[in-house]
């Protein structure tokens, strides 16, 4: 009898328990974010502000106590291009960028839709060994591929710097994963309308797949301007050297004090690309690394 | 079907095919290829200008002896070590406090994510500046740390560093994981009375497991492919030789290719092994 009286109360309690629960939690979580995860993120970007502001220090300022520069040297910012072919570094970056994520599209959209919707014999096994690929990092492979590479007679060219570089495991897996959501009756509708293969990838598919294509191209992109081991050894002239490879000579030719103000001002303008692709199209980014990483 | 219909199919198969060869062709050039290749070289003497000379497993033999080499690995466990387990725990308890829509949060994201965008190369020349014995950090520190010039501190540098680098990375995984759990189930699990401590331990730990997995897979590779801080902070002085700067220097200081193959080798089977281990580690209480 007792249980039963009971019963009716205890249901009746939650909607106000949890309200007030729900309430208190918003405001330890607004506490947290703003009294600890702001500061604490302000902290973490203090070090890029203080790298430009040391950009634009002079040259006796930038050890001295003092963030905020006497006076602003904007014309630090032309100092790499007047003592080191800073220009050229940048070109070249940008160049092999480009073109390694236009390879990598390219190739890895084909790869895909040839995984996807074509059940030729061997695919299967074919595709296995491109997952496999997936636990080769170039750190184990590149004394070797710099011998082939060699022997191509692609050290200090644009070759050697980009065509190693032009397909991706993750991204053929990426590609394949999303064509495997187009459906069959699409295809075979073009088909019947006459359409050729190529037509139905260039004129169907790949304009369905430019969120996985643009995810691709922001995650290839992003990886070759930060790469620096393999331009490092194809691409060691000045003719060919890319932002990385540049800024890391530059950086060993200026340990002193005096060069500070340059090595910063470089440092900034060569973050400063992916850093705005990176503001503008976060969400995209974001997208792409968690997919390579979902990949996995 | 008429043989009309069969010469269609397998024609639209042919060119199926074709469609993976300019993929397949750079895979097994500038991967497979190399891949034997680092085996078969870590058998010999190679210095890339002359013929290659048969030495057996005497470059594994000359490894297992080399003080340099154990140094190397020391290094790497100490840079993966301390770089690592920090940014990932890190990196989860920030996930915990930004998964939220609260004004601002998005804003405050960007902050942390920030590093995960700018080249390794250049953070480095940034943070060398930091590091310079009457630079910021000791500035703030109150200390007088000769970060980069001894052998103790040269190390943490780098830790300091990369840990600043890389914990946005495991934050954009962990919010990802995070976001894929329904809010309901960590609500039910607070109307059953469930603290957020008990509901973050029984509900959203096990079910962030998967990404997890993955988080720590990835901080084990990146930690060993590590290069570009030593080679523009230390040069690999003072203790922060880690391996892949080894076998750099091996094979294009001292023109040992076959040397550096054989650290090569050692560092895949390594990776592999890491790799399977974790994934059946992660997995096994799963089901």
Known sequence: ?296 | MSTLAIRATTHRKLIGAAFAVPALALFGLFAIYPMVRVFYISLFDYDLTSSPRWVGFNNYEFLWHSEQFHQSLEATGFYLLFTYVPAVLLALLLAIGLDTKLPGSGFIRLLYFAPVAMSWVAISVIWRLLFQPDGLLNRVLGTHTTWLTSTKSAEWALVIASVWKETGLFLILFLAGLSKIPRDLREAASLDGAGPLRSFRYVTLPLLKPMTAVVCVMAVIRGCQSFSPQVVLTGGSFNTEVVNLYVYKTAFENARMGRASAVAVLLFFALLMVTMLQLRLFRSDDR
């Open chain 1, 1 to 296: 009898m007792t249980r039963v009286l009971s019963r009716p109360a205890e249901v009746a309690a939650p909607p106000v328990e949890p309200a007030r629960r729900r309430r208190r939690r918003v405001t330890v979580r607004a506490v947290v974010l703003y009294g600890l995860l702001l500061p604490g993120g302000l902290l973490f970007a203090s070090v890029f502000v203080y790298a430009v502001l040391s950009a634009l220090k002079p040259a006796d300022e930038v050890l001295s106590t003092h963030w905020w520069p006497s006076r602003f040297v904007w014309s630090n910012f032309k100092l790499p291009f007047s003592t080191v072919p800073f220009a050229r570094y940048y070109v070249n970056s940008v160049v092999v960028g480009v073109v390694v994520t236009l390879l990598n599209v390219v190739t890895c959209t084909l790869a895909g839709y040839s995984f996807s919707k074509f059940a030729y014999r061997g695919r299967t096994l074919l595709y296995l060994i491109v997952l496999a690929t997936m636990m080769i990092p170039l750190e184990v492979i590149y004394v070797p591929l710099y011998a082939l590479v060699f022997k191509l007679h692609w050290v200090n060219t644009f070759s050697g710097l980009i065509v190693p570089a032009g397909t991706s495991a993750f991204g053929i897996l990426l590609m394949r994963q999303s064509i495997d959501g187009l459906p069959d009756e699409i295809l075979d509708a073009a088909r019947l309308d006459g359409a050729g293969e190529t037509r139905i990838l260039w004129r169907i598919v790949a304009p369905m797949m430019t969120a996985p294509m643009a995810a691709l191209a922001l995650v290839v992109f992003m990886t070759t301007w930060d790469s620096h081991l393999w331009p490092l050894l194809v691409g060691n002239d000045d003719n060919h050297k890319t932002l990385p490879v540049g800024l890391a000579a530059m950086q060993a030719d200026n340990a002193g004090a005096t060069g500070i103000p340059m090595l910063m001002a470089a440092a900034v303008m060569a973050v400063l690309p992916t850093l705005l692709l990176f503001c503008l199209l976060q969400k995209r980014f974001v997208e792409g690394i968690t997919m390579s990483a979902d990949i996995r």
